[in-house]
């Protein structure tokens, strides 16, 4: 069989059973077992005439197969951190995948059932999602990151009792009437200071404006170009309405990091159609910085400074460890981590099933895997 009559030979049947829905696509998921004890993950998905086939867990480029015009192409992803095989054939790394898909297909159609059974008992633990209640990662992981240690008992408890108390409620106390860049500068140097507290070489003397020049991202979108002094220039300027301003920058970044991984300082509008008033925000953009985040937000709160922290309830649940840590498949970046969990399991950390090591015999009964696909024929 040539291969585009094969690809639209497994699509035909793939119609016959039930799918997902998202916006205006439908979705197929087929987890099957192959040769080797190996297993392959395929992902279908219909939007519109194309069909668009993808192998979640391995490197095969992806396809794309036009019902209109019987074509099959690979397609090209916009984004992906793995190296893809089969761009130039194709035809020879996708027929056997193919073959072995329809051949499960074949005995899901017998008893779907029987199928699911063997698939939720056989597929590796490395493969999966689940999740784990943080203390017994943070307990049995030695090595493993934890964010109290970093901050030790006194910060911990002076953050916790702030969450606790409704200190962050009441948003009225966030604004500030004036601020100039001088100012924005002033609280730079406190937090830098909680930063590097523990950096021998790190300069204390030096100004909050010098600091800014040294630690942050460097595209500052025109500030360090006005009067630092001056509250109406400071006021254009973040209104975007100074000549000085410039667009596509990073001027809050006062931790560069690389990609997103940084440490923000924010000044906002209380109001975005006002225009008046500011308030100040410290964010983290990956686990790894929360810690530091939280050690400049108590250091300002401690020199009188009222601003707000992003998350500070999530904050707050993993200093006490009420938290999850994520298990993400083995293929998939431990970088993203929001995508595949929902706001209640309460994910903000994850790690490969295999970084358990010696302790997965001990931890696995605490894991709660989540469901994997169901491929069930159509009544």
């Not at 056997?96 to 008893?111: Q, Y």
């Not at 002094?229 to 920058?249: C, Y």
Request: contains cysteine; charged residues 25%; hydrophobic residues 35%.
């Amino acid at each position: 069989m040539k291969f585009n009559d094969l690809i639209f030979t497994f699509l035909k049947e793939l119609n016959n059973f039930q799918y997902e829905t998202g916006y205006a696509i439908r979705i197929w998921n087929i987890i099957f077992p192959v040769v080797n004890g190996n297993w392959y993950h395929l992902r279908v998905v219909l939007r519109e005439h194309i069909f668009y086939i993808s192998h979640v867990d391995g490197n095969t480029c992806p396809l794309e197969a036009d019902t209109n015009n019987k074509i099959v192409n690979v397609s090209e992803p916009f984004y992906c951190n793995r190296k893809m095989e089969g761009s130039s054939n194709p035809d020879q790394i996708w027929t056997p995948i193919i073959k072995d898909s329809m051949r499960w297909i074949e005995e899901v159609k017998s008893d779907w059932i029987k199928s699911y059974k063997y698939i939720h008992k056989n597929y590796p633990f490395n493969n999966r999602y689940g999740t784990i209640n943080s203390k017994f990662i943070r307990g049995r992981l030695e090595d493993y990151y934890c964010m109290n240690k970093e901050l030790r008992n006194e910060k911990v408890n002076q953050f916790v009792e702030l969450v606790e108390s409704e200190y962050f409620e009441n948003l009225d106390k966030f604004i500030l009437k004036d601020m100039t860049a001088n100012d924005y500068f002033s609280f730079c140097k406190i937090a830098y200071i909680s930063y590097f507290s523990d950096v021998e070489c790190f300069d204390r003397n030096l100004s909050g404006y010098e600091m800014y020049q040294n630690f942050s991202d460097g595209r500052h979108n025109g500030l360090l170009d006005i009067n630092f002094d001056s509250k109406k220039e400071f006021s254009s300027w973040l209104n975007g309405k100074h000549p000085k301003f410039q667009h596509g920058g990073h001027p809050w970044e006062i931790i560069k990091g690389y990609s997103s991984i940084n440490i923000n300082m924010f000044v906002e509008r209380p109001d975005y159609w006002n225009k008046s008033g500011y308030r100040i925000r410290i964010s983290a953009s990956e686990s790894c910085w929360v810690a530091a985040a939280v050690k400049m937000f108590l250091a300002l709160y401690n020199a009188g400074i009222h601003v707000l922290i992003t998350d500070y309830n999530e904050i707050r649940e993993r200093l006490l460890d009420l938290d999850n840590i994520g298990i993400v498949p083995e293929y998939e970046s431990t970088l993203n981590i929001r995508s595949n969990f929902s706001k209640t399991e309460k994910v903000y950390e994850v790690i490969h099933y295999d970084e358990l090591e010696n302790h997965k015999q001990i931890l696995a009964p605490f894991i709660n895997w989540k469901p994997l696909p169901i491929l069930k024929p159509i009544d």
